[in-house]
């Protein structure tokens, strides 16, 4: 018999684990991020790519240098709003999840999501690259989770000149980062919520 669920506060994340799942703690690196949030936009414009460039944008040059970078005229279509787990011990992504969205255009997909590290928007020609990595690496996923699709929706009249101007009109990016109070799956519900039809 299992000995009674304890909980423990990681990043500001709860992890659930049993005495059986030890082992698999033992072998998981799960570090506190102190300060780490940081009040400029993360972008990778190939993150399709094992090697290349990354931006970090700060608000007063996310317009100019956004637009520099890609064309920011492009239309979103439709937005798609996915979760993970938060750690690979998890067996259930009820209440714990990340939350982050996939936004297609007709010539990329993107994907958008806000985390203790700060706000990161992503580009790959293939979505696979956005959906089930995060920076280049791979996804959290659980014992037995993926990354899951939770809703989508065609979207408004938006482009991505839209979409930046209500991340800068709205805070989003200098609103820091809060387990509770503002988190992955607020950021991403509003973002939906505003531009999903």
Same mark, same amino acid.
């Given at each position: 018999?299992?000995?009674?669920?304890?909980?423990?506060?990681?990043?500001?994340?709860?992890?659930?684990?049993? &005495?059986?799942?030890? =082992?698999?703690?033992?072998?998981?690196?799960? !570090?506190? $991020?102190?300060?780490? +949030?940081?009040?400029?936009?993360?972008?990778?414009?190939?993150?399709?790519?094992?090697?290349?460039?990354?931006?970090?944008?700060?608000?007063?040059?996310l317009k100019?240098?956004?637009?520099?970078l890609t064309?920011?005229?492009?239309?979103?279509?439709?937005?798609?709003?996915?979760?993970?787990?938060?750690?690979?011990?998890?067996?259930?992504?009820?209440?714990?999840?990340?939350?982050?969205?996939?936004?297609?255009?007709?010539?990329?997909?993107?994907?958008?999501?806000?985390? &203790?590290?700060?706000? =990161?928007?992503?580009?790959?020609?293939?979505? !696979?690259? $956005?959906?089930?990595? +995060?920076?280049?690496?791979?996804r959290v996923?659980?014992?037995?989770?993926?990354?899951?699709?939770?809703?989508?929706?065609?979207?408004?009249?938006?482009?991505?000149?839209?979409?930046?101007?209500?991340?800068?009109?709205?805070?989003?990016?200098?609103?820091?980062?809060?387990?509770?109070?503002?988190?992955?799956?607020?950021?991403?519900?509003?973002?939906?919520?505003?531009?999903?039809?």
């Amino acid at each position: 018999m299992n000995e009674p669920i304890r909980v423990e506060d990681f990043d500001s994340r709860l992890v659930f684990f049993t &005495s059986r799942d030890q =082992t698999l703690l033992d072998r998981v690196e799960i !570090r506190r $991020v102190q300060g780490g +949030y940081k009040f400029k936009l993360y972008f990778d414009p190939e993150a399709d790519q094992t090697h290349g460039k990354h931006y970090w944008i700060t608000v007063d040059e996310l317009k100019g240098k956004f637009s520099q970078l890609t064309d920011i005229k492009e239309n979103i279509t439709k937005v798609t709003y996915y979760t993970h787990a938060l750690n690979p011990l998890q067996v259930t992504q009820t209440i714990l999840h990340h939350a982050f969205l996939l936004l297609e255009t007709k010539k990329w997909w993107w994907s958008l999501e806000k985390n &203790s590290e700060g706000v =990161t928007i992503q580009r790959s020609k293939n979505h !696979r690259y $956005v959906v089930e990595h +995060y920076r280049r690496e791979e996804r959290v996923t659980g014992l037995l989770l993926g990354v899951e699709e939770k809703k989508s929706s065609k979207t408004r009249n938006v482009s991505l000149e839209d979409l930046i101007d209500i991340l800068l009109k709205d805070g989003f990016i200098l609103q820091e980062y809060d387990a509770l109070y503002f988190n992955c799956q607020h950021f991403a519900e509003e973002v939906y919520r505003r531009i999903a039809m």
